[in-house]
């Protein structure tokens, strides 16, 4: 089964602190992405990588990067934390770049900006 | 502007009844709907994917259905149980074979004995 795992399930920190949120898949995915999901605004797409070091903007990028070093590793980093960004962030993968995939998602990090 | 429409308000239903998820969408052109189920606190979980040029998708007591003239996809589940209790969302790709999604905010199924 492919798992995707992330760091923290909960995670508090501070306004204008830096915050990394990991994600790890172990099923050789090419593609990974990084949601938030609010109330009534549902999943959003912050970013998404299809290749190691390559990555792209989704609808929501601004106060956001990532990295990707490694295959099966993608960060999300929030340079300066703010309130506003209090959510649930969930990591997914999904096999390869040729469109109609599944996405696996991991259990999600709930965050909160204090 | 495009979007996703699912009901907002949550579908109580009885065990052993069918339930009927609708997702409606507008200015997409998508060549596949996916739909996935989501439990409280936890990431969604793929169920179905369904294609342009499909009518109808099924797997157990799950019946997907798609029509592109209504721009609209049905989801079904048939002898409902109280575990079926969840978020139900569905999904599709905006920008043809890019692996990118666009997810609705979700229905959320109780089933009750």
């Known amino acids: 089964d492919v798992k995707v795992t992330q760091s923290s399930r909960y995670l508090v920190k501070r306004t204008g602190e830096k915050v990394f949120l990991e994600c790890v898949q172990d099923?050789?995915?090419?593609?990974m992405f990084w949601y938030r999901q609010d109330p009534g605004l549902g999943l959003r797409l912050i970013y998404f990588?299809?290749?190691?070091?390559?990555?792209e903007k989704g609808d929501i990028p601004e106060g956001y990067s990532v990295s990707r070093e490694k295959k099966e590793r993608f960060s999300l980093i929030l340079e300066s934390a703010s309130t506003n960004q209090t959510s649930m962030y969930l990591c997914?993968?999904?096999?390869?770049?040729?469109?109609?995939?599944?996405?696996?998602f991991g259990p999600g990090t709930r965050l909160t900006v204090l | 502007s495009q979007k996703i429409e699912q009901n907002s308000e949550a579908l109580n239903i009885q065990e052993g009844k069918t339930a009927t998820l609708t997702c409606n969408y507008t200015n997409y052109s998508p060549a596949y709907l996916q739909w996935y189920r989501q439990d409280p606190g936890r990431g969604p979980v793929f169920l179905l994917l369904i294609r342009e040029n499909e009518k109808e998708k099924r797997k157990e007591r799950l019946k997907v259905t798609f029509d592109t003239t209504l721009k609209q996809s049905l989801f079904h589940i048939t002898a409902s149980q109280p575990a079926d209790s969840a978020t139900y969302l569905c999904?599709?790709?905006?920008?043809?074979?890019?692996?990118?999604?666009?997810f609705g905010t979700g229905t959320r199924l109780q089933v009750f004995p």
């Open positions: 099923m050789d995915h090419e593609n």
């Open positions: 990588s299809y290749d190691v070091k390559m990555k």
């Open positions: 999904a599709l790709d905006p920008s043809y074979n890019t692996d990118k999604l666009i």
């Open positions: 997914a993968s999904s096999f390869q770049r040729a469109g109609d995939n599944e996405q696996f």
